[in-house]
C-alpha cells in the first residue's frame, strides 16, 4: 500500500483557500497511486503557531484579533464541514488522516478543539479524536479533548488510531491505542527535529506498529499579507518557522522514508500494514508481553458534554 505524507502548508488561517489546496494535493496524491493522505496537526487552516509568540499581557489584543479570525475559519464537522474531503476519498478511493481545528457547534458553538479525522475510502467519517490536553499556551485557544476518539478504526488500507504532537509522549494513550490491534500509528504534529524524530522510531518499536509522523513546513512568506500582527509575529522575512520533518518507520523502529527537512512536497512509501502484528512476536506491550495481574489501564471513552438538556 502507498501513502502520501503531505508536507506542503496552508493558506494560513483561511479556510476555504486551504481546503481547495488540499483538494488539490489529495488528487496529486492519488493520481500518484496513494490509498492513505496524512495531512499535519490542525492543518485546517493552519496551526496557531501565535501563541507561542505573543507575550500574554502586551499581546493580548493580537491574540483576539489572530483567534477571531482561527475561530471563523475553523471547521464545524457537525455542520458539514468536512464534506468536500469525504467527497474526495470517496471520488479517488482513498483514506484521509486530517488535523484540523474543529469548531463544536453543538455546545457553546466557541470554543475550538485541536482534532484529527480519519475519512475512509468510502468517504465515511470512521474517527475523530480530539487533543487530550493542549500544551502550554495552546490552551488560550483550544479546550481539552475527551477520549471518545481515542480509538483504532479498520479502514480500507489497515488499523488506524491518531494521537496529536505531544500526545505521542503520554504513556497511557499510547497504550490505550496498542490494546486495539494498532497497524498504522498517524502523528500529525507541529513539532520537528532530531528528539521528535526519535519519539517516532521509540514508539514503532515500542508498539509494533507504522508511525507516520508530519508537520507543516512553514516559511515566512507563507504567512498572508493581511493577518493581524504579521511584522511582530513573524519579523524576519527569511525564517523557517517549521521545517517539516515528515517520517515513515517501520514496526521495527527502523527509518523507511524521510525525514523531509526545509523542503516542500509529499513524502511517499509503500507498506504493508500486516507487518505490524508480525512485529510484534518477541513484544507486544498489551499482549504476551503484559502483566496485567501488575499493570492495568482503564480508558473512559465516553463522550464529555458540560450540559444535558432533556425536554
Not at 200 to 222: F, K, L, Y
Request: aromatic share 8%; net charge negative; with cysteine.
Amino acid at each position: 500500500m502507498k501513502l502520501c505524507v503531505i508536507q506542503e502548508p496552508p493558506v494560513w488561517l483561511d479556510l476555504e483557500a486551504s481546503m481547495a489546496r488540499a483538494l488539490d494535493l489529495i488528487g496529486q496524491a492519488a493520481n500518484q497511486g496513494a490509498k492513505l493522505v496524512v495531512f499535519p496537526e490542525a492543518w485546517f487552516p493552519g496551526y496557531p503557531v501565535f501563541v507561542w509568540r505573543l507575550a500574554p499581557g502586551p499581546g493580548m489584543a493580537d491574540t483576539r484579533a489572530l483567534f477571531r479570525r482561527l475561530q471563523s475559519n475553523a471547521v464545524d464537522r457537525l455542520g458539514g464541514g468536512l464534506a468536500p474531503l469525504q467527497a474526495a476519498a470517496a471520488e479517488y478511493g482513498v483514506v484521509l488522516v486530517v488535523g484540523y481545528q474543529e469548531l463544536d457547534s453543538s455546545q457553546s458553538g466557541s470554543t475550538l478543539f485541536n482534532a484529527c479525522a480519519v475519512i475512509d475510502a468510502d468517504g465515511r467519517i470512521a474517527n475523530n479524536h480530539r487533543k487530550l490536553m493542549p500544551t502550554s499556551p495552546e490552551r488560550m485557544v483550544w479546550g481539552f479533548g475527551d477520549a471518545s476518539g481515542l480509538r483504532v478504526v479498520q479502514t480500507a488500507v489497515g488499523r488506524i488510531g491518531t494521537l496529536l504532537c505531544w500526545e505521542n509522549y503520554m504513556p497511557l494513550a499510547r497504550c490505550a491505542l496498542y490494546a486495539q490491534d494498532l497497524e498504522i500509528l498517524c502523528a500529525p504534529t507541529w513539532d520537528k527535529g532530531d528528539v521528535w524524530l526519535a519519539t517516532m522510531q521509540h514508539i514503532s518499536r515500542e508498539g509494533g506498529c507504522w508511525v507516520i509522523g508530519c508537520s507543516t513546513p512553514m516559511e515566512a512568506t507563507d504567512i498572508p499579507a493581511d493577518v493581524p500582527a504579521r511584522a511582530t509575529i513573524f519579523p524576519d522575512e527569511n525564517e523557517w518557522i517549521d521545517p517539516g520533518d515528515a517520517v515513515v518507520y517501520r514496526p521495527s523502529g527502523e527509518l523507511l522514508a524521510g525525514p523531509m527537512r526545509r523542503n516542500k512536497g509529499m513524502l511517499f512509501a509503500d507498506i504493508d500494514p500486516a507487518d505490524a502484528r508480525a512485529s510484534r512476536r518477541m513484544f507486544d506491550a498489551t499482549g504476551h508481553y503484559a502483566r496485567p495481574d501488575i499493570f492495568t489501564l482503564e480508558v473512559n471513552r465516553a463522550v464529555m458534554s458540560p450540559v444535558v438538556l432533556r425536554d
